[in-house]
Every structure is written in structure tokens, then in C-alpha cells.
Antibody, heavy 121, light 107 residues
Framework: QVQLQESGPGLVKPSETLSLMCTVS????????WAWIRQLPGKGLEWIGD???????KYKASLRSRVSISVDKSKNQFSLRLTSVSAADSAIYYC???????????????WGQGILVTVSS | DIEMTHSPSSLSASVGDRVTIGCRAS??????VAWYQQKPGKAPKLLVF???TLESGVPSRFSGGGSGTNYTLTISRLQPEDFATYYC?????????FGQGTKVEIK
């Protein structure tokens, strides 16, 4: 079955770069979009962006200058890089499979369990 | 950005009740709406997509409906495992956006 698992540091210092990895099993990364979504403590869900193995990506406009998503189908992994983080970036970060297209995006049918990232000195 | 607004933000119900959660989009979203269930400490779980298509393995007591800007998720007979927070999501156009959620609590 399809499984996603996030990994990375749980604590990042302000102004530094947050880097997370999502390892996917049970399906090839080709032909899908792969997303990062975050949930601020006690709050709702925020889509960060999507990437796919051709290198194309789309990002939430307010984060676009700081975020990149890369897909490595040889390792069946995709990653999130968020630069210049602040306390406002503290959240649970989820990776997920997006069933949509590049133009529209879609619904998310498989999710990782989530990883809590705290931005603090 | 398309804003998704839940109603109500929370509700109390009993096992066996019929429960309907609403979600209003700030503009038409052409039936491109999904619903998720989230329990504490867990990732969201997809229940419904394309307004009314039930994800594989989801019990038939869940159903989705609506059109234009107004969408609903109905649980026909609430079960103990259904107490959770439910989120709608639009994927009509990026940025993909979620509602703030409806928490279903035990009465």
C-alpha cells in the first residue's frame, strides 16, 4: 500500500533553512504531484506547494520567495526547503499525494503522519 | 485566494444522529471540493472528493453534495469513531485552500 513518511529536524533556529524529506513507498513518484501542507498549532491546514519529477512546481504566493519542492524519483523521495524561517513557520508539516493537475491541483489522497517543526533559538 | 467558510465551527451530537456540515466558497468552485476527517494527533483522512465521490474504504454513511459555492458533508448515522474535526478543501484553482474546520463533539 502507499505510505508516506516525513523526516527532518524538529527544531530550527530563526532565519535558518527548514529542510524536510518525504519518503514514499508503494507507488512511483512519476505521474503525480507531491505536496507539502502545514498545520499551525491548533489551527487549520495550509497548502504550501506541489512538485513533480519534471521539476515543475507551484507554490502558495505568500511563501513563493522562500520555498522550493524537489522530487527525486530515483530515491522515491521529495523534499521541502523553506528559507529564512521565523516563529510563524512553527507547525506540523505533512507530505501528501496530490491527485490533481499542474494547472489546478487536486485532492490529497495519501498523507504522511506529520512532523512537528518548532522555530526557536 | 478562494476562502472556504465552514458552518458551524463546532457542533454537539449523539451517536445515531444525522449530521450535516456546510462549507461555503468565496466564489464558484465547479464541484472541485474534497472533505477530510482529522482526529487528534493524526493526519487528515480523505473522505470525499469531486463533491460527492466517496474515497475507497470510506463508510457509506458519509455523503457529499452541493454545487456552485455551497457544499455539504452529511453523516447519516453518527458513530463513536466519527467524533473528529472535518475540513473542506477547494482545488478549483491554486492556491489550494482549506476551511477552518468543523469539530463534531459528543453531546
Amino acid at each position: 500500500q502507499v505510505q508516506l513518511q516525513e523526516s527532518g529536524p524538529g527544531l530550527v533556529k530563526p532565519s535558518e533553512t527548514l529542510s524536510l524529506m518525504c519518503t514514499v513507498s508503494g507507488v512511483s513518484l512519476s505521474n503525480y504531484y507531491w505536496a507539502w501542507i502545514r498545520q499551525l498549532p491548533g489551527k487549520g491546514l495550509e497548502w504550501i506547494g506541489d512538485g513533480e519529477d519534471s521539476g515543475r512546481g507551484k507554490y502558495k504566493a505568500s511563501l513563493r520567495s522562500r520555498v522550493s519542492i524537489s522530487v527525486d524519483k530515483s530515491k522515491n523521495q521529495f523534499s521541502l526547503r523553506l528559507t529564512s524561517v521565523s516563529a510563524a513557520d512553527s507547525a506540523i508539516y505533512y507530505c501528501a499525494r496530490d491527485q490533481g493537475t499542474f494547472i489546478r491541483g487536486g485532492h490529497f489522497d495519501y498523507w504522511g503522519q506529520g512532523i512537528l517543526v518548532t522555530v526557536s533559538s | 485566494d478562494i476562502e472556504m467558510t465552514h458552518s458551524p465551527s463546532s457542533l454537539s451530537a449523539s451517536v445515531g444522529d444525522r449530521v450535516t456540515i456546510g462549507c461555503r466558497a468565496s466564489q464558484g468552485i465547479g464541484n472541485s471540493v474534497a472533505w477530510y476527517q482529522q482526529k487528534p494527533g493524526k493526519a487528515p483522512k480523505l473522505l470525499v472528493f469531486a463533491t460527492s465521490t466517496l474515497e475507497s474504504g470510506v463508510p457509506s454513511r458519509f455523503s457529499g453534495g452541493g454545487s456552485g459555492t455551497n457544499y455539504t458533508l452529511t453523516i447519516s448515522r453518527l458513530q463513536p469513531e466519527d467524533f473528529a474535526t472535518y475540513y473542506c478543501q477547494q482545488y478549483y484553482t491554486p492556491p489550494l485552500t482549506f476551511g477552518q474546520g468543523t469539530k463534531v463533539e459528543i453531546k
